[in-house]
T-cell receptor, first 112, second 112 residues
Framework: KNEVEQSPQNLTAQEGEFITINCSYS?????LHWLQQHPGGGIVSLFM???GKKKHGRLIATINIQEKHSSLHITASHPRDSAVYIC??????????????FGKGTHLIIQP | KAGVTQTPRYLIKTRGQQVTLSCSPI?????VSWYQQTPGQGLQFLFE???????NKGNFPGRFSGRQFSNSRSEMNVSTLELGDSALYLC???????????FGQGTRLTVV
Protein backbone atom coordinates (compact mmCIF):
# COMPACT_ATOMS: atom_id res chain seq x y z
CA LYS A 1 0.00 0.00 0.00
CA ASN A 2 1.27 3.44 -0.88
CA GLU A 3 2.16 5.81 1.93
CA VAL A 4 2.09 9.56 1.34
CA GLU A 5 3.99 12.16 3.33
CA GLN A 6 3.33 15.86 2.89
CA SER A 7 5.20 18.83 4.26
CA PRO A 8 4.78 21.27 5.78
CA GLN A 9 1.53 20.53 7.60
CA ASN A 10 0.89 24.24 8.20
CA LEU A 11 2.25 27.24 6.37
CA THR A 12 1.56 30.92 6.91
CA ALA A 13 3.06 33.39 4.44
CA GLN A 14 2.70 36.97 3.31
CA GLU A 15 0.94 37.93 0.11
CA GLY A 16 3.32 37.78 -2.82
CA GLU A 17 5.60 35.09 -1.40
CA PHE A 18 6.65 32.00 -3.36
CA ILE A 19 5.13 28.90 -1.78
CA THR A 20 6.38 25.31 -1.99
CA ILE A 21 4.56 22.24 -0.72
CA ASN A 22 6.24 18.85 -0.88
CA CYS A 23 4.89 15.32 -1.27
CA SER A 24 6.71 11.99 -1.06
CA TYR A 25 5.25 8.55 -1.66
CA SER A 26 6.51 5.04 -1.06
CA UNK A 27 5.47 2.95 -4.07
CA UNK A 28 5.94 3.62 -7.77
CA UNK A 29 2.88 5.23 -9.33
CA UNK A 30 1.32 6.01 -12.69
CA UNK A 31 0.12 9.49 -11.74
CA LEU A 32 -0.05 11.87 -8.80
CA HIS A 33 -2.83 14.30 -7.98
CA TRP A 34 -2.71 17.70 -6.34
CA LEU A 35 -6.02 18.77 -4.82
CA GLN A 36 -7.28 21.94 -3.15
CA GLN A 37 -9.89 22.00 -0.41
CA HIS A 38 -11.53 25.19 0.85
CA PRO A 39 -13.49 25.49 4.11
CA GLY A 40 -16.87 23.93 3.52
CA GLY A 41 -15.38 20.75 2.13
CA GLY A 42 -15.40 20.85 -1.65
CA ILE A 43 -12.27 19.42 -3.26
CA VAL A 44 -10.97 20.73 -6.57
CA SER A 45 -8.46 18.89 -8.71
CA LEU A 46 -5.50 21.14 -9.51
CA PHE A 47 -3.19 18.78 -11.35
CA MET A 48 -2.75 15.18 -12.33
CA UNK A 49 0.79 14.46 -13.49
CA UNK A 50 2.91 11.45 -14.25
CA UNK A 51 6.18 13.12 -15.27
CA GLY A 52 7.92 16.46 -15.53
CA LYS A 53 6.09 19.65 -14.83
CA LYS A 54 2.69 21.24 -15.34
CA LYS A 55 1.68 24.89 -15.00
CA HIS A 56 -1.71 26.47 -14.59
CA GLY A 57 -1.75 30.18 -13.94
CA ARG A 58 0.31 30.82 -10.82
CA LEU A 59 0.43 27.16 -9.88
CA ILE A 60 3.24 24.83 -10.92
CA ALA A 61 3.49 21.13 -10.13
CA THR A 62 6.59 19.00 -10.63
CA ILE A 63 7.24 15.34 -10.15
CA ASN A 64 10.38 13.20 -9.97
CA ILE A 65 9.29 9.60 -10.53
CA GLN A 66 12.71 8.13 -9.65
CA GLU A 67 12.83 9.93 -6.32
CA LYS A 68 9.08 9.42 -5.66
CA HIS A 69 8.66 13.11 -4.92
CA SER A 70 6.45 15.92 -6.12
CA SER A 71 6.21 19.63 -5.35
CA LEU A 72 3.45 22.17 -5.72
CA HIS A 73 4.55 25.78 -6.12
CA ILE A 74 2.45 28.92 -5.93
CA THR A 75 3.99 32.07 -7.36
CA ALA A 76 2.90 35.56 -6.26
CA SER A 77 0.66 34.08 -3.56
CA HIS A 78 -2.65 35.77 -2.77
CA PRO A 79 -5.03 35.52 0.19
CA ARG A 80 -7.50 33.65 -2.03
CA ASP A 81 -4.90 30.84 -2.27
CA SER A 82 -5.56 30.11 1.41
CA ALA A 83 -6.82 26.53 1.51
CA VAL A 84 -5.73 23.00 2.30
CA TYR A 85 -3.59 21.43 -0.41
CA ILE A 86 -3.62 17.65 -0.61
CA CYS A 87 -1.40 15.25 -2.51
CA UNK A 88 -2.94 11.93 -3.60
CA UNK A 89 -1.60 8.83 -5.33
CA UNK A 90 -3.10 5.47 -6.36
CA UNK A 91 -3.54 3.01 -3.50
CA UNK A 92 -1.06 0.59 -5.03
CA UNK A 93 1.09 0.21 -8.08
CA UNK A 94 -0.83 -2.84 -9.26
CA UNK A 95 -3.50 -2.73 -11.89
CA UNK A 96 -7.21 -2.82 -11.15
CA UNK A 97 -7.35 -0.81 -7.96
CA UNK A 98 -8.39 2.73 -8.67
CA UNK A 99 -8.82 4.29 -5.25
CA UNK A 100 -6.57 7.07 -4.02
CA UNK A 101 -4.59 7.46 -0.84
CA PHE A 102 -3.91 10.93 0.47
CA GLY A 103 -1.39 12.97 2.35
CA LYS A 104 -2.61 14.70 5.49
CA GLY A 105 -2.71 18.02 3.67
CA THR A 106 -0.95 21.35 3.99
CA HIS A 107 -3.01 24.11 5.58
CA LEU A 108 -1.91 27.28 3.81
CA ILE A 109 -2.76 30.78 5.02
CA ILE A 110 -1.72 33.80 2.96
CA GLN A 111 -1.90 37.02 4.90
CA PRO A 112 -2.50 40.34 3.12
CA LYS B 1 -21.23 20.25 -18.10
CA ALA B 2 -22.67 19.38 -14.71
CA GLY B 3 -20.23 18.41 -11.98
CA VAL B 4 -20.42 15.60 -9.47
CA THR B 5 -23.58 15.87 -7.39
CA GLN B 6 -23.88 14.46 -3.91
CA THR B 7 -27.10 14.35 -1.94
CA PRO B 8 -27.98 15.18 0.69
CA ARG B 9 -25.42 17.84 1.65
CA TYR B 10 -26.08 17.54 5.37
CA LEU B 11 -27.55 14.77 7.44
CA ILE B 12 -28.12 14.19 11.15
CA LYS B 13 -28.79 10.65 12.29
CA THR B 14 -29.08 8.82 15.58
CA ARG B 15 -26.80 6.01 16.68
CA GLY B 16 -28.06 2.66 15.45
CA GLN B 17 -29.85 4.08 12.43
CA GLN B 18 -28.79 3.52 8.85
CA VAL B 19 -28.10 6.06 6.15
CA THR B 20 -27.88 6.11 2.36
CA LEU B 21 -25.84 8.70 0.49
CA SER B 22 -26.05 9.33 -3.23
CA CYS B 23 -23.51 10.38 -5.83
CA SER B 24 -24.24 11.30 -9.44
CA PRO B 25 -21.03 11.37 -11.47
CA ILE B 26 -20.19 13.56 -14.41
CA UNK B 27 -21.91 12.31 -17.54
CA UNK B 28 -19.75 9.70 -19.25
CA UNK B 29 -17.71 8.90 -16.14
CA UNK B 30 -17.94 5.21 -15.27
CA UNK B 31 -15.70 5.19 -12.20
CA VAL B 32 -17.03 6.36 -8.86
CA SER B 33 -15.04 6.18 -5.65
CA TRP B 34 -16.04 7.08 -2.11
CA TYR B 35 -13.95 8.60 0.67
CA GLN B 36 -14.43 9.42 4.32
CA GLN B 37 -12.81 12.55 5.75
CA THR B 38 -12.42 13.11 9.48
CA PRO B 39 -10.22 15.57 11.37
CA GLY B 40 -8.27 12.74 12.96
CA GLN B 41 -7.77 10.34 10.04
CA GLY B 42 -7.92 12.69 7.08
CA LEU B 43 -9.18 11.32 3.78
CA GLN B 44 -9.59 7.55 3.63
CA PHE B 45 -10.66 5.36 0.74
CA LEU B 46 -13.94 3.49 1.18
CA PHE B 47 -14.61 1.76 -2.15
CA GLU B 48 -14.45 2.19 -5.90
CA UNK B 49 -16.95 1.13 -8.56
CA UNK B 50 -16.54 0.83 -12.28
CA UNK B 51 -19.39 -0.21 -14.56
CA UNK B 52 -21.48 -1.49 -11.63
CA UNK B 53 -18.64 -3.63 -10.24
CA UNK B 54 -16.84 -2.95 -6.99
CA UNK B 55 -13.17 -3.06 -7.91
CA ASN B 56 -11.60 -2.20 -4.60
CA LYS B 57 -12.59 -1.72 -0.98
CA GLY B 58 -10.83 0.12 1.80
CA ASN B 59 -10.29 -1.02 5.35
CA PHE B 60 -13.74 -0.29 6.73
CA PRO B 61 -16.17 -2.60 8.54
CA GLY B 62 -18.91 -4.43 6.70
CA ARG B 63 -21.43 -1.82 7.92
CA PHE B 64 -20.19 0.28 5.03
CA SER B 65 -21.48 -0.85 1.66
CA GLY B 66 -22.17 0.59 -1.72
CA ARG B 67 -23.43 -0.05 -5.18
CA GLN B 68 -23.42 1.46 -8.63
CA PHE B 69 -26.31 1.54 -11.04
CA SER B 70 -26.31 1.14 -14.81
CA ASN B 71 -26.38 4.94 -15.24
CA SER B 72 -23.17 5.13 -13.12
CA ARG B 73 -24.93 6.78 -10.19
CA SER B 74 -23.68 5.34 -6.94
CA GLU B 75 -24.99 4.98 -3.44
CA MET B 76 -23.24 4.15 -0.22
CA ASN B 77 -24.97 2.80 2.83
CA VAL B 78 -23.87 2.77 6.44
CA SER B 79 -25.85 0.57 8.78
CA THR B 80 -25.96 0.61 12.58
CA LEU B 81 -24.45 4.08 12.76
CA GLU B 82 -21.83 4.85 15.39
CA LEU B 83 -20.72 8.23 16.71
CA GLY B 84 -17.38 7.69 14.98
CA ASP B 85 -19.08 7.58 11.60
CA SER B 86 -19.60 11.34 11.80
CA ALA B 87 -17.58 12.64 8.88
CA LEU B 88 -17.60 14.30 5.50
CA TYR B 89 -18.27 11.68 2.84
CA LEU B 90 -16.93 12.55 -0.59
CA CYS B 91 -17.33 10.85 -3.89
CA UNK B 92 -15.18 11.31 -6.95
CA UNK B 93 -15.86 10.40 -10.54
CA UNK B 94 -13.38 9.61 -13.30
CA UNK B 95 -13.56 8.33 -16.83
CA UNK B 96 -11.28 5.43 -15.87
CA UNK B 97 -8.02 4.49 -14.22
CA UNK B 98 -5.25 7.06 -14.14
CA UNK B 99 -7.50 9.92 -15.13
CA UNK B 100 -8.32 13.16 -13.35
CA UNK B 101 -10.66 12.81 -10.38
CA UNK B 102 -13.59 15.20 -9.98
CA PHE B 103 -15.02 15.47 -6.48
CA GLY B 104 -18.49 16.29 -5.27
CA GLN B 105 -19.16 18.80 -2.49
CA GLY B 106 -19.61 15.98 -0.02
CA THR B 107 -22.26 14.91 2.45
CA ARG B 108 -21.61 15.94 6.03
CA LEU B 109 -23.00 13.24 8.29
CA THR B 110 -23.44 13.86 11.99
CA VAL B 111 -24.34 10.93 14.22
CA VAL B 112 -25.80 11.87 17.60
Amino acid sequence: KNEVEQSPQNLTAQEGEFITINCSYSVGISALHWLQQHPGGGIVSLFMLSSGKKKHGRLIATINIQEKHSSLHITASHPRDSAVYICAVPLSSGGGADGLTFGKGTHLIIQP
Amino acid sequence: KAGVTQTPRYLIKTRGQQVTLSCSPISGHRSVSWYQQTPGQGLQFLFEYFSETQRNKGNFPGRFSGRQFSNSRSEMNVSTLELGDSALYLCASRTGMNTEAFFGQGTRLTVV
